[in-house]
């Protein structure tokens, strides 16, 4: 299959770490993707980690890959206020050419 | 590096009519996808073209279709539409190998 699940919402104050989380299904996936959309915007690749890499780190930015539970995180150090969006973590299966997409998870920082 | 080009940005169609849609991917990225994106039912994958040659197509009906030019632009096309229709429709392009999709603005389809 190819279910990616992610949880809908995270508040979060300015100046703390967010962490949000995804799960996704299939085991030969071959990228696991972090995208942010703003309101009334496209989708903005912030970071993606081949399946076969543990960790990446991009300045706030920091992905975990844990293969044997198929679970992806995206921790955004030093959250700011321009950090409210909704973050879409997908998938990419060697030969499909497509993403398949968790429904989003709602970023909002409060002062 | 100009980025991925959609347009128009909005539309506004009555059920029944057509709407063609454009997409100009990076320069030198030859994989075009579009994606359907609606506050019901999430991101959702219509089709991906390669040298023109439709390589996937998602679950939707043939009323949705699409083609990719020889300069790598690519085109969506709807017909008879339907008010469910109305979502926010994403390009996006990448290099051959897979990783790194980037994405256009989107066009706003409303069917009225």
């Known amino acids: 299959g190819e279910d990616v699940e992610q949880s809908l919402f995270l508040s979060v104050r300015e100046g703390d770490s967010s962490v949000i989380n995804c799960t996704y299904t299939?085991?030969?996936?071959?990228?696991l993707y972090w995208y942010k959309q703003e309101p009334g915007a496209g989708l903005q690749l912030l970071t993606y980690i081949f399946s076969n890499m543990d960790m990446k780190q991009d300045q706030r930015l920091t992905v975990l890959l844990n293969k044997k539970d198929k679970h992806l995180s995206l921790r955004i150090a030093d959250t700011q206020t321009g950090d409210s969006a909704i973050y879409f973590c997908a998938e990419s299966i060697r030969g499909d050419y497509k993403l398949s997409f968790g429904a989003g998870t709602t970023v909002t920082v409060r002062a | 590096k100009a980025g991925v080009t959609q347009t128009p940005r909005y539309l506004i169609k009555t059920r029944g009519q057509q709407v063609t849609l454009s997409c100009s991917p990076i320069?030198?990225?030859?994989?075009v996808s579009w994606y359907q994106q609606t506050p019901g039912q999430g991101l959702q994958f219509l089709f991906e073209?390669?040298?023109?040659?439709?390589?996937n197509k998602g679950n939707f009906p043939g009323r949705f279709s699409g083609r990719q030019f020889s300069n790598s632009r690519s085109e969506m096309n709807v017909s008879t539409l339907e008010l469910g229709d109305s979502a926010l429709y994403l390009c996006a392009s990448s290099l051959e190998r897979q990783g790194g999709y980037t994405f256009g603005s989107g066009t706003r389809l409303t069917v009225v």
């Open positions: 073209y390669f040298s023109e040659t439709q390589r």
């Open positions: 320069s030198g990225h030859r994989s």
């Open positions: 299939d085991s030969s996936s071959t990228y």
